[in-house]
């Protein structure tokens, strides 16, 4: 990088730590650093969330995922729509989710079932979210590696380091200041400024894309150049791809209403709202927060992949795939002991052979369109096959990132850059916290049984987020990863997912849910999404092998294969030796029936007494004095449709507008478009150069467009709200009990004697 990178890069971070350190004055207590003193506002969580959910793991998960399979398949996404948007507008689980005031998920179960299932599920949940998180240093880092072109070793007062361990260690450092600083209040803030500051940045960068690559004469012809059943752009055009039926959308819609919520990795931001309903209106906001941000990141993978595979850019591909191919070896292969084979390779590479080997390689195997990676995995291979997978891996995250620093010039380098440190610290920050907050909250503290003083559960909720930072550094380090990213959430969210959206659901929803169906639908959904994956991944080396040789491999066949006929052609289990029979998608299906099933049952059976569901969510006479509370309207012909778009009392006229704006946009033009172009193409396909210009309007003129305003819009907003945010922490009165426990279960005299211990702890140790 230039001198100029350097100050675009370091000079926005120098206003995020200056803001942070100035925010943490406001940091009073614990329900500041657990749930920023639960007075956020809509804008602030929509900013602030925005760009802590948008990782740079993320990021280049979605570069696997665009390079590999474009970008038609998102069209049939859009079947979803209407149920999306009606959860989206009635604040489906969120809104009640923050009536109960409960800081972690933990706290929840606690208050619905009991302290027993908190600790249980956090287990699980922390488990899960700590080996999820664990990577995403490993890639962060890697990124900019390979991006900046750093070298793998840099010389640090006379000691030889790898660079890999100082960036992992030099951005996690900075994370855990700022969350150790203020917890989420400081996060909160410093997500929200990113957020505003990274507007004009992505800006930048679509700008440039477009000036720098045609839609029509480069991008387009690029992503068309595909055999049948794999286009990039046509979403008719796409059986060859993935299994894609109405089956599979029927359990992605069933997922995101029996599922809702149960991923924590922002949890700090779900209780952070003023109040319930602008928890719900900062969501509402969502819709319209990502700017140019989404733009980006489908142009940046459309540019990196029609510099890597159009004929124009020819010369430059084949010298970043050289470089990519050297620098991934030199990563994987770094130890001695491979020398000789990153010679060997170093030399075919160098040499004049290696031009007319490639090309013999693409004519022989049109379909491998990388036969220098397929070269160089088989030497490698040769001699370790698990470091053969890794640099597979790494090469297909890397590409991408690859091309970018070969086709940005200097100024644009240094935005990009900015950008992927602002993706990495918000993430870092909010997920650090999230996953050390549950541990303390949930599962040290209960387990304990009495409460800490605030300086006491401050000190501890701090020393294990360190922990976190630790154990990320060491799991990043030591793990080679070997499979795609999506693949490695997959596997460690399973570990929560697979069972608890069925708790949360029907924990918010229902009055006769029970411990005993909780319990059962949590252990059973985790133990069958855990099998699977496990299933899937051996399947091919271990089981199948087996099942043969012990001779049950007929009768397993005999049974799947009937139970599965019925439901043909929609499921259709075949046992061959390739691959696992149940498909992911099949498997999920399953385990949110058993989960729903359990739940239901076991809760039937054992429910005595329905559950207060008034007082958990603290509405009629359990209302809290200050909050607003919703008039009660009963339902008619009239305003059916306005409960429909979640409009009620609490809604002013800004409210309404921003709801029928969300509704207009996403029933008219996002579902609207997706039926048209449906009944079109089943009576008159469209041509190819058609879904040209139906990407170019779609996913270019009309969201840059929205970008514009977006931009000015939100960053206003942003502002504004900030300024609100640190008025109404400075005026918010302190309550000590308010800790993440659950002390409703303890009577007058009991509630009043702990608040005295708190206070008088409190007093004795000085404020934090």
Same mark, same amino acid.
């Given at each position: ?5 350097w100050i675009i890069v370091t000079i926005p971070i120098f206003i995020v730590f200056y803001i942070a350190i100035k925010a943490q004055r406001h940091v009073r207590g614990v329900s500041d650093f657990l749930a920023g003193g639960r007075v956020a506002g809509r804008y602030v969580l929509a900013v602030a ?26 069209? =049939? ?110 996060? &909160? ?73 149960? #991923? ?29 941000? %989404? ?176 154990? %990320? ?13 999506? &693949? ?32 059962? %639908? ?137 709801? =029928? ?7 008219? =033009? ?23 210009? #139906? ?17 000015? =819009? ?50 004795t140790e000085g404020r934090e």
């Amino acid at each position: 990088m230039q001198t100029i990178d350097w100050i675009i890069v370091t000079i926005p971070i120098f206003i995020v730590f200056y803001i942070a350190i100035k925010a943490q004055r406001h940091v009073r207590g614990v329900s500041d650093f657990l749930a920023g003193g639960r007075v956020a506002g809509r804008y602030v969580l929509a900013v602030a969330s925005g760009e802590a959910g948008m990782g740079l793991v993320s990021v280049v998960a979605m570069f696997e995922i665009y390079y590999a399979s474009g970008f038609a398949i998102a069209f =049939w996404q859009q079947i979803a729509i209407p149920m999306g948007m009606v959860m989206l507008l009635m604040g489906y689980c969120i809104y009640r989710f923050r009536e109960t005031r409960a800081m972690t998920m933990g706290q929840f179960f606690e208050i619905r079932y009991n302290r027993s299932f908190r600790i249980f599920a956090a287990i699980l949940q922390s488990i899960s979210g700590v080996l999820n998180y664990a990577i995403f240093p490993a890639v962060g880092a890697r990124f900019l590696i390979f991006f900046l072109d750093l070298p793998f070793q840099i010389n640090i007062a006379g000691f030889t380091l790898p660079t890999f361990g100082v960036i992992m260690a030099l951005f996690l450092s900075v994370a855990l200041f700022i969350v150790c600083m203020g917890g989420q209040v400081t996060i &909160m803030v410093t997500d929200c400024v990113l957020g505003i500051l990274s507007y004009p940045l992505y800006a930048i960068i679509v700008v440039f894309i477009l000036f720098q690559f045609s839609w029509f004469d480069d991008m387009a012809p690029a992503l068309l150049h595909r055999p049948e059943g794999r286009s990039m752009l046509n979403p008719f055009d796409t059986s060859q791809l993935r299994d894609f039926n109405l089956f599979y959308v029927f359990v992605g819609i069933l997922g995101s209403v029996f599922n809702r919520m149960s #991923w924590s990795g922002s949890s700090g931001y779900n209780a952070a709202a003023l109040n319930a309903h602008e928890q719900k209106m900062g969501a509402v906001l969502g819709v319209w927060r990502a700017g140019f941000s %989404a733009m980006t990141f489908i142009l940046l993978a459309a540019a990196a992949y029609t510099f890597l595979n159009s004929a124009t850019f020819s010369k430059e591909a084949e010298a970043v795939r050289i470089e990519l191919t050297a620098k991934t070896m030199d990563d994987v292969l770094q130890k001695s002991e491979f020398q000789e084979l990153r010679n060997e390779v170093s030399q075919f590479i160098a040499s004049d052979t290696q031009a007319s080997f490639l090309a013999q390689a693409m004519l022989e195997n049109p379909d491998d369109k990388e036969p220098l990676l397929t070269y160089t995995k088989e030497k490698i291979s040769s001699v370790d096959a698990s470091r053969a997978q890794t640099f597979g891996s790494i090469f297909g995250q890397m590409r991408v990132p690859m091309a970018l620093k070969h086709m940005f010039p200097t100024g644009v380098i240094g935005v990009f850059c900015a950008l992927c440190i602002f993706l990495l610290i918000s993430t870092d920050t909010t997920y650090m916290h999230s996953w050390g907050t549950i541990i303390v909250q949930d599962i040290i503290i209960p387990i304990k049984g009495s409460a800490l003083s605030p300086t006491q559960q401050l000190k501890t909720l701090r020393l294990t987020i360190a922990g976190v930072a630790a154990f %990320a550094w060491f799991f990043s380090f030591y793990f080679a990863q070997v499979d795609f990213i999506m &693949m490695f959430f997959m596997i460690t969210g399973a570990i929560w997912m697979g069972g608890a959206g069925p708790c949360i659901v029907g924990g918010l929803y229902w009055k006769r849910g029970t411990p005993t169906g909780a319990f059962a %639908a949590l252990i059973a959904g985790s133990s069958i999404s855990v099998g699977t994956v496990i299933a899937q991944k051996t399947w091919v080396p271990h089981i199948y092998p087996w099942l043969e040789s012990s001779g049950h491999l007929p009768g397993f066949t005999r049974v799947l294969e009937s139970v599965s006929r019925p439901l043909e052609p929609i499921v259709v289990w075949r046992v061959t030796p390739d691959e696992f029979p149940i498909t992911s998608p099949e498997a999920y299906f399953i385990t949110l029936l058993l989960g729903i099933g359990l739940y239901v049952g076991l809760s039937m059976l054992t429910c005595k007494t329905p559950f207060n569901m008034e007082r958990m969510l603290h509405r009629g006479e359990y209302h809290r004095q200050g909050e607003p509370q919703v008039e009660k309207v009963p339902l008619t012909l009239r305003n059916a449709f306005l409960k429909l778009l979640g409009i009620d009392s609490q809604y002013t006229k800004g409210d309404i507008i921003l709801a =029928w704006s969300v509704f207009i946009w996403s029933a008219g =033009w996002g579902f609207g478009s997706f039926i048209v172009l449906c009944i079109w193409n089943s009576i008159s396909p469209w041509p190819n150069a058609w879904w040209v210009n #139906w990407f170019f309007i779609a996913n270019i003129i009309i969201p840059g467009v929205i970008a514009v305003v977006s931009t000015v =819009w939100f960053t206003i907003g942003g502002v504004v709200d900030l300024r609100r945010l640190f008025q109404r922490l400075d005026a918010k009165e302190e309550d000590l009990l308010d800790d993440g426990r659950v002390i409703g279960h303890m009577n007058a005299d009991e509630a009043a004697m702990d608040q005295a211990r708190t206070v008088e702890q409190y007093n004795t140790e000085g404020r934090e």
